[in-house]
C-alpha cells in the first residue's frame, strides 16, 4: 500500500513570496490534515479536510494561508505572501475516517520549507 | 484551551534498560490516544494506539492509559540505539468535530 505522497520535499524562498505544497493521501482515507511543525515543537494542525469539506481550519492564518481539497483525494497547501516566522516543516497526514475509532494518522515525508 | 504535556527530555537510558515516556492532557472528554515516534529530520510514525483504560502491549511497547488521571505513558522494554528518537503524545478529543492535538514530544537517548 503507497504511503501518503508530498511533494516539493524541499523549498527556499524569499519573504513575500508565494509557495504551494501539494499532498496525495493514502488511497480509500477520507481525512486528510496539513500540519505545520517548527523545529523542537510537535505537529501543529493547520487544516483538516473529510472528503472535501473543512473540518477545522481554526489555526490557519487565513490572511496568507489557504488550502484545498478538489475531489475529495489530492490536496493543495499555499502561502502567500510567505513571512519568515513560516519557516518550517509542512506535513500532510491522512486517515481512514474521522471519529473515536480508525482515526490513526499517517504521515508523508513533509516539505520542508525555508524563507529568507 | 486543550493541552498536551509532554516533558520535553531528553530522557537518557542505557541500552537494555526500560524507557518510560509520560503524557498528560487537560480535556477530560478525550477518546483516544496515540503515540507517535519521530526520528530527526523525519516524519511522525504510528508506533502504539490506546482507547481504554489499562495496558495495551505491542511487542516491546506497552501503552498505559488512566482516564481519571488524565495520563498514558509508553514504556519501551529492552531498549536499543535504535529507539533513539523524539516520542510524541497525540490525544484525540470532540469539541465541535474530532481534534487531535499533538503534545510537543519527548527525546529519548538510548546509550550503547
Known amino acids: 500500500e503507497a504511503g501518503v505522497a508530498q511533494s516539493p520535499r524541499y523549498k527556499i524562498i524569499e519573504k513575500r513570496q508565494s509557495v504551494a505544497f501539494w499532498c496525495n493521501p493514502i488511497s480509500g482515507h477520507a481525512t486528510l490534515y496539513w500540519y505545520q511543525q517548527i523545529l523542537g515543537q510537535g505537529p501543529k494542525l493547520l487544516i483538516q479536510?473529510?472528503?472535501?469539506?473543512?473540518?477545522?481550519d481554526s489555526q490557519l492564518p487565513k490572511d496568507r494561508f489557504s488550502a484545498e481539497r478538489l475531489k475529495g483525494v489530492d490536496s493543495t497547501l499555499k502561502i502567500q505572501p510567505a513571512k519568515l516566522e513560516d519557516s518550517a516543516v509542512y506535513l500532510c497526514?491522512?486517515?481512514?475516517?474521522?471519529?473515536?475509532?480508525?482515526?490513526?494518522?499517517?504521515f508523508g515525508p513533509g516539505t520542508r520549507l525555508t524563507v529568507l | 484551551q486543550k493541552e498536551v504535556e509532554q516533558n520535553s527530555g531528553p530522557l537518557s537510558v542505557p541500552e537494555g534498560a526500560i524507557a518510560s515516556l509520560n503524557c498528560t492532557y487537560s480535556d477530560r472528554g478525550s477518546q483516544s490516544f496515540f503515540w507517535y515516534r519521530q526520528y530527526s529530520g523525519k516524519s511522525p510514525e504510528l508506533i502504539m494506539f490506546i482507547y481504554s483504560n489499562g495496558d495495551k502491549e505491542d511487542g516491546r511497547f506497552t501503552a498505559q492509559l488512566n482516564k481519571a488521571s488524565q495520563y498514558v505513558s509508553l514504556l519501551i522494554r529492552d531498549s536499543q540505539p535504535s529507539d533513539s528518537a523524539t516520542y510524541l503524545c497525540?490525544?484525540?478529543?470532540?469539541?465541535?468535530?474530532?481534534?487531535?492535538?499533538f503534545g510537543a514530544g519527548t527525546r529519548l537517548f538510548v546509550k550503547a
Open positions: 479536510f473529510q472528503n472535501n469539506g473543512v473540518v477545522d
Open positions: 497525540a490525544v484525540l478529543g470532540y469539541t465541535g468535530g474530532f481534534k487531535t492535538i
Open positions: 497526514a491522512s486517515s481512514l475516517i474521522q471519529g473515536t475509532r480508525g482515526n490513526e494518522q499517517f
